[in-house]
């Protein structure tokens, strides 16, 4: 049985991801921060299909938030999936220290201090997968979010290079970089907002969190095994 972890699975996405593992003979490691509530509905489903949801609480956006984490793990994993994150609207120079920080700690810190953790298990294993949910906005920048934009560059770069240096091994790392998707997150735009931004998506709508989670499992099949250092970009043709 296959051990997975998953960072923010409370969110829309990381749920979503947890969702869809329950289907496989796994034990899923499911992290949140505040939101217990949705951990509590994971282990229920989990429950009713006889599989098995372990709750990880943490704050990712503190220097502590990985050593928190395996305070609460196994010793090895075979899937690390890091889907925790927030990102931070504004000016670049109406930002702080502390935004800064925290979207780092979350973003890049904290999952490079995971990875690097279980990276030597992973590597003695048949069969090892390490995948970031990044975004759109790491790859082609967004005004407005220049720190958040950094931070999920900064996922990119890592999977980059880290894919490079196991490309020898049966572990492979990827990302799948969102562009705007249908989450708790933009049913807070405005409909005007949500028209615009619409418009300006070439396939003329918002993804759905169903079309990422797919890309996920993707590079989860063993069929993949060639598929390193890839970005799955799923935003419908928007490349900001």
Not at 79 to 101: C, N
Request: hydrophobic share 40%; charged share 15%; aromatic share 6%.
């Amino acid at each position: 049985m296959k051990h997975i972890f998953v960072t923010g699975a409370s969110g829309a996405i990381g749920r979503a991801i947890c969702e869809a593992l329950l289907q496989q003979e796994v034990t899923v490691y499911a992290h949140y921060h505040t939101n217990r509530a949705a951990i509590d509905n994971l282990q229920q489903q989990a429950q009713e299909l006889n599989k098995k949801v372990v709750a990880v609480q943490a704050d990712m956006t503190s220097a502590t938030g990985a050593q928190e984490c395996l305070d609460q793990l196994p010793s090895e994993l075979d899937v690390l999936i890091h889907a925790a994150g927030h990102t931070v609207e504004g000016l670049f120079q109406e930002s702080t220290d502390t935004q800064l920080a925290g979207l780092l700690q979350v973003h890049v810190q904290q999952p490079l201090a995971l990875t690097r953790h279980f990276l030597p298990s992973m590597l003695r294993k048949p069969y090892a997968r390490v995948v970031f949910i990044s975004s759109v906005f790491g790859q082609t920048g967004g005004a407005y979010e220049s720190m958040y934009s950094t931070a999920k560059g900064g996922q990119i770069a890592f999977v980059k290079a880290l894919a490079k240096e196991t490309a020898r091994t049966k572990l492979t790392v990827n990302a799948v970089a969102p562009g705007a998707i249908e989450t708790p997150m933009t049913t807070k735009l405005s409909q005007e907002d949500l028209e615009a931004l619409t418009m300006d998506i070439p396939a003329g709508r918002l993804g759905h969190v169903k079309e990422v989670v797919h890309a996920v499992r993707y590079f989860l099949d063993p069929a993949s095994q060639y598929v390193t250092g890839h970005i799955l970009s799923v935003n419908g043709g928007w490349y900001t």
